[in-house]
């Protein structure tokens, strides 16, 4: 008989066991060795879980107390985070916002002497995955009980890997910066660089070196580096022809006074600035500075013209040498006529340019030069300056008037003669060179009281003078298709250790403004030394050398600035107009010579 559901009974047959709906009662026994086995495998699984669960309770809450204190000790070998700790110092650009100068974080190693366990081992250990380090630096570091020993700064990310993986107790690392220059040599001698400490040492990393630091805006320059990169080109290819031993270039936009280029070689790897020779540091277009030549007589003429004494159709006898004391004042192709101003200025004479000076004398000549700011340190954004080499004013001689007319005698900066130049054909106007980009429209001159230095119709017979130049007189070689180009060359002799002119060295250079007839740029390029080749017929003079230097950068960054060349009958409009103020009898008294040998003179001047 069966029996029925009752107190501690089993279902009734006809109601099968379903899992998860019924289940063997709570007072049911273990029927088998296997159920017990697994019923204490169930409760020691809990156990641990447990454990683990209140472990990791415990860590996580210590770790969160840590990081909410923020004094917990550090370990003895520690991670940097990029630019934690260390000032960011600004960024240096071109007036396009290309980065020419930046910092990257990066770490430095330094020990812990005191915890080092085994300096030796360590020593040994070290040395394996940096080699370049001083062994006798390196044990001092490691033994020398200091809290932090640098051992090496701006270690690479390969380096770092390699430095931690080692584990070594002691070692830590900080958080570093290190300057970079992208542009790498291009512009090396305005931008500068700094030291390991990100101090500045030259350009504008020193002269700036204050605002770099307190300011995190990038000071932006107002060098555009494409023009930069093409005036680098063409005078590095100058000095490989003519085997010059340097070189200097500028661009300036005559309306702002912003310097677009300012080149000066041999240069040098900014990123490496201790590989670099004292010459390649050397800025030729602000410290160096030369007795320019015949550019100076862009001054000489336009204070004759525009003092009154002296008028373009007035005529000088050239035929003879000029005597100053022991010496004769020359010219290398010799007129036997007397010629007028614009052929004086045309042909570059020397005698004729100093027969016009005796017309205005000393003091004015002297007045005239500190008014275009010849006679004083250039105010320019970089640290190296040459103050000019010149007499005092009452050492002022009668020979220093004839010599400072056609550019010996008194040696400037190549800063200074852009400014003193970019002054004459700007209507008199004052043009402040600058190497830091100006924001806003630019300036309209005088309205800042400034006054003319010469009048607006002197500006317009220079400018004249020097479309003629190119046209018609020693730098042909520097004419542009379908734009006025106006310039002047000069080639004056360098002077030795003796203070003596030497006999076979020159320095060479021209200086050309474009359009002429609404002058906007002014081009800037001397050559140290040049030497003459077959090319040239064997003459090394700015006509040959450094006019060709000048064309190839016009021809190149005319349509990068956006000026359109003109056709040809815009040109010959152009061309009437600039010539004009000078009358059509002394324009036309200027013969257009093919094969003339005009870019050969100016060498031999003082003899």
Known sequence: MKKGRGTGGLPHASQPILPGLTSTPRSRRLSTPREHALEIARARLVFVTLVFAVAWIVIAGRLSYLTLRGDAPEPQITRAEPGEGVAERADITDRNGTVLATSLPTVSLCADSKSILNPAEAEHQLISVLPDLDEKRLDDA?????????????????????????????LEFRPDERRLYPAGNLAAQVVGYTDIDDNGIAGIEKSMDERLNENPEPVALSVDLRVQTIMRQELGAAMNTYHAIGAAGMVLDIKTGEILSMVSLPDFDPDHPGNASDDAKFNRDTLGVYEMGSTFKIFNTALALDSGLVHVADTFDVSQPLEIGHHKIRDFEREDRALNVAEIFTHSSNIGSAKMATRFGGLRQRDFFARLGLTERAKIEVPEVGAPLLPTARDWSDSTTLTAAFGHGIAVNAVQLIGAVATIINDGYPVHPTLVKQNGPAPDYGDDGEERVVSAHTSALVRGLM?????????????????MVGGKTGTADKIGANHKYLDNARLSSFIAAFPINAPRYLIFALLDDPKGSAKTKGFATAGWTAAPVVRNVIAQIGPLLDIAPLSKDMQEAAERQILKPLGSEVVDGIPVEEGSNYASVESDSIQ
Not at 143 to 169: D, F
Not at 467 to 483: P, S
Request: proline share 2%.
């Open 142 to 170: 490691l033994t020398g009980g200091k809290q932090c020993a640098m051992i090496k700064r701006h270690l690479s990310p390969k380096q770092y890997y390699e430095v931690n993986k080692l584990g070594i107790a002691g």
């Open 467 to 483: 479309r003629l130049v190119v046209t018609r007189g020693t730098a042909k070689q520097a004419d542009v298709e379908g734009y």
